[in-house]
Every structure is written in C-alpha cells, then in structure tokens.
C-alpha cells in the first residue's frame, strides 16, 4: 500500500503584500506619466546615437590685425571688394535681441531679411511685434525688409503641427530673400533672431576668398542672459554663398563648421510675460506639461537659479556629457567678449548681465 506524500496546502499572500502592490502600482504608473520625459531623457545614451560629428574650422581672431593678414590665418585670400551680406532670419517676439542684433551687424549687412508670422507654430494668433515696433528699429529702415507670412489658426482647443508650420513659414523666407534683391555670389545668413553671428565673423565673410560655399557657425549658448553660458552646442546657423540652389533651412547642411562665430541667447527677455509666450508659442511647447509651468513667480525663480523651465534633464549623447550638465548653469560674472552695442547700453540691457536676473514688471 503506497503513502501519498501530504499536500502542503498553498499559503495565500498575506493582506498588507496585497494592499501595497495596490498601493505601488498606480504610483508607479503616475510616477511614470509624471517623469516620463525625464525618464527617455536619462536613458537617451542607450537608445539613441548622435548625429555625426563637424569638421571643425579654427577661428583666428584678434583686434588691430589686418584684414589680409586674418584671410590668410585661415588658408584663404583677400578680396579687392567686400561682398554683400544678406541677413535672413525668421522673427518671433524677441525685441530686445532684436534691437541688439541689428546694431551689432548693422555696419556688415546689406539687408535684413526678416519673416514675421501672425500666428505662433502651434497655430495661436500672436500681435505683429516687429510691425507695432518699427519706430524701435527706425534706424535700419533702409535695410531691412520685413513681410508678414500667414499662418493657419488651429480650431479652438487645438494645435497645429508646430513643425509643420514652422517648415512652411522657413520655406517662405525664399520668396522674400529673393525680393530683398540677392545675387550669386552674395553671402546668405540663415539662422534665428537670436543667434546672432559675431562682426568679426561677418568681416571674413565679407573680405576673404576661398571661404566654403556653405559652413554651419558655432555659436556661444546661452540661457536667459549672458550671465549663464552652456556650452558651444548651437550650431544650426549658417553661412551661404549664395547661388542657384541656395535654400533657406535651419538643419544640417554642410560638415563644416566655423568654430566660435558668435552667440545664441535662448529665452532671453526683459519681462516674465514674454518668457510664457515662447513657451506656449514655439515649436516646443509640448513640453509645458503642466499650467503651473506657466507661473511667474516660477519662471523668475527659475531664471535666476539657472534651471531649466520645462524642469528636463540636458538632451546628451552620452551618459559622461548627461551628468556633467545635470542641475543648474553655472553662473559667469564675465561681461566680455559680449556684443559691442550690448555693453554700450548696459543700463538698457541689465537683465541681460551678470547679476540682472530679476526681471522688472512691464510698467518699468
């Protein structure tokens, strides 16, 4: 007669095991939905490569040097007559870099080619700053030429496309470059009203044979002011010369790069209400998850700790590159090597500076 063995009867998990995956489950699943973003951010080394690399042009560059001997610095020749430049750009509600960018490149550019749109790229009508502000500008009217291009109104509780229409409203700025009056041979800059290329880079542009018939320019980042530098990560500027199959993009175009060529101030305003349109206006405003983003009492805080507003990590490659940029910018009390017209209006531009981070209310 054979013994069955005895069946030891299945313990059931206690209660609390029960009622703490209940508990951890959904905040998991919240915590996810909430950091989702930060999340892909951190791991983008493991699913994601960068584009490849640029070929890097050095920059020489000191004052009092000829113009020919600075040609030659780089490998190329001087010119018997300077070439025109036309500035090419698209223009949002950036007034006060505006304004700066006009001084600075005023003596070296022919033309400013400016496109201005009546809606934002998520489709929300949007006041034509540069229209309503002219006489801010007078000073250059003979150089610039300005166009409104029309934008399409998302329907009520919507948005368009940011890209797309940010991709029709660059292939617009064509028409008007060519209605500005460009030729063959004439140097086209294409970038934002923000990145803002240096004088002395415009001079070799102007004076030098030999230069690359397109070369991306490495920009100096930075974000909010010139009190926080990043990094020399801008690099979708670039330099044309201009020809028959010139086309106006803001992407990767050459592998050439033209190394310290100027600066790129991201988010730079004078008046908190200016920063909440940027957020909700460009082509990155998915990343106001949340309205309190939205809060000026934030967004000064924010500005002046150096952190970033949509509260992401930095966009790197590589895990070394993530967690050296991971926190707040660090701070610069250098005002140097800064836009000529930007120091010569320093009381103007103080928010703009080291120390200048509170910004005034706009009845100040």
């Known amino acids: ?30 915590g996810l939905y909430i950091n989702g973003q930060k999340i892909s951010y951190f791991f983008r080394p493991l699913w994601d490569k960068p584009p490849r690399s640029f070929t890097r042009i050095p920059h020489y560059y000191a004052e009092n040097l000829s113009m020919d001997h600075l040609c030659r610095l780089h490998g190329w020749s001087l010119r018997s ?10 223009f949002s509600n950036e007034l006060d ?27 929300i009508p949007k006041p034509l700053f540069f229209a309503s502000n002219k006489d801010r500008f007078a000073f250059a009217e003979h150089k610039i030429v300005h166009d409104v291009f029309s934008g399409r109104i998302a329907p009520s509780g919507s948005y368009e496309d940011p890209f797309i229409l940010e991709s029709e409203q660059r292939a617009a700025m064509n028409g008007l470059i060519h209605r500005a009056g460009i030729s063959s041979g004439d140097i086209l800059l294409m970038s934002d009203t923000d990145e803002i290329p240096s004088p002395h ?35 979708r500027a670039t330099a044309h010369v201009f020809g028959p199959i010139t086309r106006y993009k803001h992407s990767r175009q050459a592998d050439l790069i033209f190394s310290d060529a100027g600066w790129h101030c991201s988010f730079c305003f004078g008046h908190i209400h200016e920063f909440v349109f940027k957020m909700t206006a460009y082509s990155h405003a998915d990343r106001v998850r949340r309205k309190d983003f939205l809060n000026h009492s934030r967004i000064q805080k924010l500005i002046c700790k150096g952190d970033d507003l949509f509260d992401m990590l930095p966009e790197e490659y590589s895990f070394q590159e993530l967690i050296k940029k991971m926190g707040s910018i660090p701070r610069s009390a250098s005002a140097v090597h800064l836009p000529a017209y930007l120091i010569e209006n320093a009381d103007k531009f103080r928010f703009l500076l080291p120390g200048g981070c509170v910004r005034t209310p706009e009845s100040q």
């Open 81 to 90: 007559q300077p070439r025109r430049i036309f500035d090419g750009f698209m």
């Open 201 to 235: 880079t415009l001079k070799l542009l102007q004076w030098c044979d030999g230069i690359p018939p397109i070369m991306h320019l490495e920009l100096r980042h930075y974000m909010y002011s010139f009190e926080f530098p990043v990094d020399y990560s801008s690099w």
């Open 1 to 30: 007669m054979s013994i069955r063995p005895r069946l030891t009867p299945r313990r059931k998990p206690p209660k609390f095991l029960k009622v703490l995956l209940l508990l951890l489950v959904p905040i998991c699943m919240i």
């Open 97 to 123: 870099i505006l304004e700066i960018r006009l001084h600075e490149l005023y003596p070296h550019v022919s033309k400013f080619v400016i496109l201005e749109s009546n809606t934002t790229f998520t489709g």
